[in-house]
């Protein structure tokens, strides 16, 4: 269709309030799954516009447009922020605090642009409810809780999202990153990694560091299966294919004369292909399970931590939004880029109820940051902070081009 572009120019009032939008969500983070005051934040906001509301997932919220006949299309936005003390300078820097799940105190920071998301969520459903005659049909916003942990999206579903919202027929999504502010980037096919977080305890036979034919040791154990695990992808994985196994802590013992009785370590793969991930999922349960019996110990256990869906974009809806964003960006700003190893739950919405979906990044950085000499701060650095703009209106004008080209025409 043809996208009325009157419909995202934003007035000067529009772009006044989607600022300090930003810099209100940007100085109030919430940890995963805890967002209870940005959901009623955003409740709040939505209900303002004449949207229906519900919460969803715990503090997941569901805002749905209707405008007269035409098709439903849906647009998440992550909401929760990370436990990162914040370094940025800014005026309106984070000082928020937050429990951990075992009760430690910890600051709070939007350091992967979560509140540049809600923003733009926002801000385009304010845009779309003041212009109702230049298209027809439902938008479903989801403002989604703890992507970070992998948690919201299957909280949300489970809860019966779609039971209650209206089905749309396709679902987008977009995230902020330390590429050049005003353009988009977007993949055909695979957009994210899978990934999958365990925590693995080794158990072993304590004993006196004098006395090690007494005991099983499973720090030694544990140090075997470390090396041992970073054979799969070298020598299992196809050259041609990608995995990534990463061991993040490894913890054992308390004194340095004293052989533990148990040992801990945690892991992470990243992979793009489904049938690499049972591969190597399943090499790392052999590995793990074979070097423990090389040793005579018990069987250690295995507890998953996380586990992140496969973000795929469909071909077809990929090439038919690439082309009408670059007519309304500017071709030289849509950018087709390769899949990248960061993972993301926004595709099981989609998943759930077999729709295709779309899920591109709009860049945060200017160009003579990007292109001087100082390091440059990504998603989850105490120092992220997208400038302000072209980022948002970058933002809003490729949700709402996502979101024009698949409604139906208005009146």
Request: glycine content about 12%.
């Amino acid at each position: 269709m043809t996208i009325d572009t009157a419909v995202l120019d934003l007035s000067d009032a529009h772009t006044d309030a989607m600022h300090e939008l930003y810099r209100h969500l940007h100085a109030h983070p919430e940890l995963s799954m805890q967002e209870t005051q940005t959901a009623a934040f955003i409740q709040d906001e939505l209900d303002g516009l004449g949207l229906e509301t519900f919460m969803s997932g715990g503090t997941g919220v569901v805002g749905v447009l209707r405008n007269g006949d035409g098709p439903v299309v849906g647009y998440r936005a992550d909401t929760d922020g990370l436990p990162i003390a914040e370094d940025t300078g800014l005026d309106f820097a984070s000082t928020a605090k937050g429990k951990l799940a075992d009760g430690t105190d910890v600051p709070v920071m939007h350091g992967c642009g979560h509140d540049t998301h809600m923003t733009v969520g926002l801000t385009a459903a304010r845009l779309l409810s003041e212009n109702l005659g230049a298209w027809s049909g439902t938008v479903v916003f989801i403002f989604q809780p703890g992507e970070e942990t992998g948690a919201g999206a299957k909280a949300m579903v489970a809860d019966g999202l779609w039971d209650r919202a209206p089905k749309p027929s396709v679902i987008y999504g977009q995230h902020v990153w330390p590429g050049l502010s005003g353009t988009v980037s977007i993949s055909k096919g695979t957009a994210m990694a899978m990934a999958d977080s365990w925590k693995v305890t080794v158990h072993g036979k304590q004993s006196h560091g004098s006395q090690p034919e007494l005991s099983i040791d499973p720090i030694v154990l544990g140090a075997h299966m470390v090396v041992r695990l970073q054979t799969v992808v070298s020598r299992e994985v196809h050259p041609m294919s990608s995995a990534v196994v990463t061991i993040g802590t490894f913890h054992g013992g308390l004194k340095e004369n004293i052989i533990p009785a148990s040992a801990e370590f945690t892991l992470n793969v990243r992979t793009f292909d489904p049938e690499v991930r049972e591969l190597v999922l399943g090499s790392l349960r052999r590995i793990i399970s074979a070097e423990a019996a090389a040793s005579g110990a018990p069987e250690p256990d295995i507890e998953e931590i996380t586990s992140f869906p496969q973000c795929y974009n469909d071909p077809d809806t990929t090439t038919e939004l690439m082309t009408v964003l670059g007519e309304v960006l500017g071709d030289d700003a849509v950018i087709e880029s390769p899949p990248v190893m960061g993972s993301e739950d926004f595709g099981l919405l989609a998943e759930a109820i077999g729709v295709p979906s779309v899920y591109w990044f709009f860049g945060g950085h200017p160009k003579e940051l990007l292109d001087g000499d100082a390091p440059v701060a990504g998603n989850h650095s105490p120092y992220f902070a997208p400038v302000i703009e072209p980022t948002l209106t970058t933002g809003v004008r490729a949700a709402m081009t996502a979101l024009l080209s698949r409604v139906g025409t208005g009146a």
